[in-house]
């Protein structure tokens, strides 16, 4: 099983509103990813976590905070999010962050700032 | 410029031909991945190679990594229409490790077969 699951699919907000994306796996992973995809262009990396612990953080707005509550679950908080900010949000996972572990990618979450 | 070239940009092919998607850096390939999306869902993953003049194979999937570890090229064999799709190749160019998981995408390539 190489599932990682993203919740909701579909989220559209207004720019006053917070709302949370959320992402899932059992596959024992020690690492997990925030990837941001805007149309037409290649996934981005957003932020790292290692062990449940922030390891990277590409310089992203506050307004998108990540939280790792356990070693199985990554969320994405936003709050006052801007209309340039819609996009496809895929949370990733592998065994460790470390090279020669594979990345397994979610269905992602597209959102939508209106 | 780009630090991940993938060409070409699209591709048509008939049902049953072969073709093959290039992926080249300037850099070294610490890491070679390579995914297919369907528009607007999420990256499966392909394949993964490390080193020097790897290749491997997956149904009719062979994907290969020079041995410069520079230039990385997927070839499908016999094409059908469930291989249509966006291909992305993805690299770990992080020599120390430490930014691991920081993949550098290509562009993506656009395969389209036709019945």
């Known amino acids: 099983d190489t599932e990682v699951t993203q919740t909701p699919k579909h989220l559209v907000m207004g720019m006053t509103n917070k709302k949370s994306l959320k992402c899932e796996q059992h596959?024992?992973?020690?690492?997990m990813y925030w990837y941001k995809q805007k149309a037409k262009k290649p996934p981005e990396l957003m932020f790292v976590?290692?062990?449940?612990?922030?390891?990277i953080n590409e310089s992203v707005p506050s307004r998108f905070s990540p939280e790792c509550p356990n070693s199985s679950l990554l969320n994405l908080h936003l709050h006052a999010l801007q209309p340039e900010d819609s996009a496809l949000y895929l949370c990733?996972?592998?065994?460790?962050?470390?090279?020669?572990?594979?990345?397994?990618f979610g269905e992602g979450s597209w959102l939508t700032v209106v | 410029s780009q630090e991940l070239e993938q060409s070409p940009q699209s591709l048509i092919v008939q049902e049953g031909k072969n073709l093959t998607i290039n992926c080249t850096s300037s850099?070294?390939?610490?890491?070679l991945y390579w995914y297919k999306q369907k528009y607007g869902e999420g990256l499966i993953f392909l394949m993964m190679?490390?080193?020097?003049?790897e290749e491997k194979s997956h149904e009719k999937i062979t994907a290969k990594l020079d041995e410069k570890k520079q230039q990385s090229s997927l070839h499908i064999t016999a094409s059908q229409p469930s291989h249509a799709g966006i291909y992305l190749c993805?690299?770990?160019?992080?020599?120390?490790?430490?930014?691991?998981?920081?993949?550098?995408f290509g562009q993506g390539t656009i395969l389209t077969v036709h019945p």
């Open positions: 990733a996972s592998s065994l460790e962050q470390r090279s020669g572990n594979t990345i397994y």
């Open positions: 596959m024992g992973h020690r690492a």
């Open positions: 976590y290692s062990y449940e612990k922030l390891s």
């Open positions: 850099k070294t390939l610490y890491g």
């Open positions: 190679l490390q080193k020097g003049g």
């Open positions: 993805g690299a770990d160019m992080d020599a120390g490790g430490t930014s691991y998981g920081k993949l550098t």
